[in-house]
């Protein structure tokens, strides 16, 4: 395996390492509590792929009064957008005036996601096209990389 391989595995295995663990706005404590914006920051610094940050604090309702792409911005700052995602990539969504709620990517076919969603109160990993709520057309997915410049490659599988 290619050290990008290996990196997207690292991604995949943390992430699901999180489900089950409660939603709980601004916390990052794996099995106490998270939301979606922290389980992003945690899995890819818990990994060594990014350096430590924290975007916190953050109102628990900034997303329904504010258009600035806060959610984005932390995003922006450390990949690329992609057109269609690969496992361990970020998918985005508009929730409220901008978009604010994000998952990581274990699946390209079926497009599945590990996320912390508060409808649920728990971090789970489900099938895009499973979930109403993300698949309303208003939702407008986008998806990031820290691998943008990779070429064509199969899809690595890692369901174990």
Do not use: N
């Amino acid at each position: 395996m290619s050290l990008e391989a290996d990196d997207r595995a690292a991604i995949v295995r943390e992430a699901r390492s999180w489900v089950r663990t409660p939603y709980h706005a601004q916390a990052d404590i794996k099995g106490a509590g998270v939301d979606c914006g922290m389980l992003l920051v945690r899995v890819f610094v818990d990994s060594g792929l990014v350096p430590p940050f924290d975007p916190r604090p953050y109102a628990d309702d900034w997303y329904l009064h504010r258009s600035e792409e806060r959610y984005l911005g932390f995003i922006f700052d450390r990949t690329k957008e992609v057109a269609a995602p690969l496992p361990g990539d970020v998918m985005v969504c508009r929730y409220g005036r901008c978009y604010s709620h994000g998952g990581i990517v274990t699946r390209a076919d079926p497009l599945t996601i590990v996320h912390a969603f508060q409808p649920a109160l728990v971090v789970l990993e489900e099938e895009v096209a499973r979930c109403p709520a993300l698949c309303l057309p208003a939702r407008r997915p986008k998806y990031f990389s820290l691998w943008p410049l990779r070429g064509p490659q199969e899809e690595p599988t890692w369901d174990s």
